[in-house]
């Protein structure tokens, strides 16, 4: 990767969805998704950013791109669009979405989930509210 994302956090192994906690083998890695233990055990970096989340403003779609374009990686948006923001996503994130630098992958499943988390360089997660993640 071309970007200064390892480079600045060279220690940074872990992903944060909601839902339920597992580790790595080595222990290193904190993945909060439903999955097996092993799901988070990759040895390399990943070569995109992860936006994994319901496409809307409060979560934080555009700041994902915008993050991703500034750091020069690309990214992959797992995620569906809400009936009630089908004008969101028409008006401010579909003009955004190239298919290179950022490309929409859709809904995913507890099975695709695991890989498409488990082969990114990292997950963001630029929410613009409260998470209630039950902490």
């Not at 083998?25 to 055990?41: I, S």
Request: with cysteine; proline share 9%; hydrophobic share 35%.
């Amino acid at each position: 990767m071309s970007s200064g994302v390892f480079r600045t956090h060279p220690s940074s192994r872990s992903l944060t969805t909601s839902g339920f906690r597992c580790r790595k083998p080595d222990g290193m890695a904190l993945c909060t998704t439903a999955c097996p233990p092993t799901c988070c055990a990759q040895t390399e970096p990943g070569s995109y950013l992860a936006f994994l989340g319901r496409l809307t403003a409060e979560k934080g779609p555009e700041d994902a791109i915008r993050i991703a374009r500034a750091a020069g990686v690309p990214l992959r948006i797992a995620a569906k669009v809400p009936r009630g923001e089908r004008g969101y996503f028409k008006e401010r994130l579909e003009p955004k979405i190239d298919g290179q630098q950022v490309q929409l992958c859709g809904e995913v499943n507890d099975q695709t989930k695991v890989k498409f988390l488990a082969d990114a360089a990292a997950l963001l997660f630029p929410i613009d509210w409260p998470e209630p993640l039950g902490w």
